[in-house]
């Protein structure tokens, strides 16, 4: 597998996108019609976050130590193991995070500017500042 897909742990990413799809049921519902570009557009920018976190959680843990400390790491606990298996730099895996944070982020400003309101833009910081911080 290819170390930068191994470093997203994109099984994972089905947690982000049954929400959204969740949200789009709802929203279809309630008013009887989908932007299916915009669901499009929130289905790539929440996966982008939960990208950015994930790289993120690794690179934190990895300062920590706690990656280093698991002795029987798996798919739910010990990250990806790019970093302690060396086939990522820190530093590299921290600039993928933020990539994949911008990625996110420049969407979620551009739903935000076509939606009256900006519930887009505060759930989006908090979101933002958890899934960094998170781990």
Do not use: E
């Not at 597998?1 to 996108?17: E, G, Q, Y």
């Not at 915009?38 to 950015?52: E, P, Q, R, Y």
């Amino acid at each position: 597998m290819n170390r930068w897909v191994k470093a997203l742990r994109a099984p994972f990413f089905t947690a982000s996108a049954v929400p959204v799809f969740l949200g789009t049921a709802v929203a279809y519902n309630h008013t009887g019609r989908i932007s299916v570009p915009d669901l499009i557009l929130t289905l790539i920018g929440v996966i982008a976050l939960h990208a950015g976190t994930n790289l993120a959680n690794d690179y934190f843990d990895h300062l920590s130590g706690n990656d280093d400390l698991n002795p029987h790491p798996t798919p739910f606990s010990g990250g990806s193991r790019v970093i302690q298996d060396g086939l990522i730099s820190p530093k590299g895996v921290l600039i993928y995070s933020l990539s994949w944070f911008t990625l996110g982020c420049l969407i979620g400003l551009y739903l935000n500017w076509r939606r009256p309101g900006n519930v887009i833009l505060y759930l989006g910081l908090i979101g933002v500042f958890s899934g960094f911080f998170y781990t």
